[in-house]
Nanobody
Framework: EVQVVESGGGLVQAGGSLRLSCVTSGFSFGEYAVGWFRQAPGEKREGVACIWHGTGAIWYKDSVKGRFTISSDIAKNTVYLQMDSLKPEDSAVYYC????????????????????WGEGTPVTVSS
């Protein structure tokens, strides 16, 4: 059984930090791409960061470059998102998605190939 479970969200003031965790099981973690996506109220879900374990490639949404860092611990089947210098516009529900690494595509406009999703963890950044 595949499981994808996010944690680490919460309420933080602007300029603060949060570290999200995505714990997975039930698939070959080292052969998958795992990414973080977010959805604010009334908005479509968008890609934030993604790591392709097959190649080591990493992608970030432009607005989070230099502030967010995605990393993974293959031994723990876990992907992290360290979020620093948070802004109110970062407020959203953050979701973790996974798909086979040769299939997953993430761009600023769309994403494709994510087979497994968690239920999300909310992040609220107050001004």
């Amino acid at each position: 059984e595949v499981q994808v479970v996010e944690s680490g969200g919460g309420l933080v003031q602007a300029g603060g930090s949060l570290r999200l965790s995505c714990v997975t099981s039930g698939f070959s973690f080292g052969e998958y791409a795992v990414g973080w996506f977010r959805q604010a109220p009334g908005e479509k879900r968008e890609g934030v960061a993604c790591i392709w374990h097959g190649t080591g490639a990493i992608w970030y949404k432009d607005s989070v470059k230099g502030r967010f860092t995605i990393s993974s611990d293959i031994a723990k089947n876990t992907v992290y998102l360290q979020m620093d210098s948070l802004k109110p516009e970062d407020s959203a529900v953050y979701y973790c998605g996974a798909g086979y690494h040769t299939i997953v595509v993430v761009t600023p406009e769309y994403y494709y190939g994510l087979d497994y999703w968690g239920e999300g963890t909310p992040v609220t950044v107050s001004s």
